[in-house]
Structures are given as C-alpha cells and as structure tokens.
C-alpha cells in the first residue's frame, strides 16, 4: 500500500480515485496509518482506508474470505459507467504492481478516448491496433504489431 500512496498523485492526474478496503477495523487503520505507512510515505495514505469487518463489500466483489474473515489481497478497476473493467488477486505473499495497474488505467483510459485497442505488453507510444475495422475491412494486426512489442 505504501507505494500506492507515493503514486496517488499519478491516479489523480488520470482521474482515477483509490479506496482501500480491508477487514481491519478503523483503529487498526488509524494506528497503521500513524505507526507505519507515515514512517514509510511522508503523510501516509491520503486516500480513504474502509473498514469492512464483517466482509460485506468484499463479499459483493467475491473477494472475501469467510473461513479466514479476511479480504483477499485484490485490487479492481472500474470505469466512470461503474463498470469493472480490470480484477486482479494476488496471494498475500505476492506483492502488487503499481506499475503495472498505471499502466491498465492508462491502456483503458487510452482506449475510452481512441476505441483502439492496446495488445499486449502495451505501453504508452508503443502501437495500438484499430478498435473496430470499418464494415468490409480486413483486420491485418501483423502489419502494426509485432511479438516483440510484448517485451
């Protein structure tokens, strides 16, 4: 979480709002917050932390974990229509990527404002493929997009 927080003005300047929702209760945020994540990012979060203990927003986006009454480590992207446009859920060992949600908020925010699509390994100025071919086009993706473009 805390390099979220370092990139929070890097969400806002995409027009993207973060909330962070756990189990854990609102003193237990407090205190984390004051404890840990202020030693690690100067101000620490400056996002909304929820508190859901009893699991019923995890729940809504099947992330919750009843048997451990815990949120599994996830995160969702969802667009202005409210939308879920990206899930991913990571095991509590794993670390997340903020590199890689900025780059799935830039593909989609891309591709909301052109309908072209991003192909894999996507990055802002690599090349795009057309969103939908014209009626009677054919689709020629090998002619802009090459494997090594992934990489």
Known sequence: MAAVAVKHPTFQELGSEILVVSTDTINS??????????????????????????????????????ENRKEMRSHFIIDPDGTIQSVEMLAPSVGRNVAEILRQLRALINNRSTGEMMPCGWEPGKPTLPGKNPPDAESRPWESWKPRNAF
């Not at 984390?32 to 699991?55: T, Y």
């Open 29 to 66: 945020h407090n205190e984390w917050q004051e404890k840990v994540l202020s030693r690690m990012v100067p101000g620490g979060a400056r996002f909304p932390l929820i508190s859901d203990p009893s699991g019923t927003i995890g729940s809504l986006y099947g992330v919750y974990d009843s």
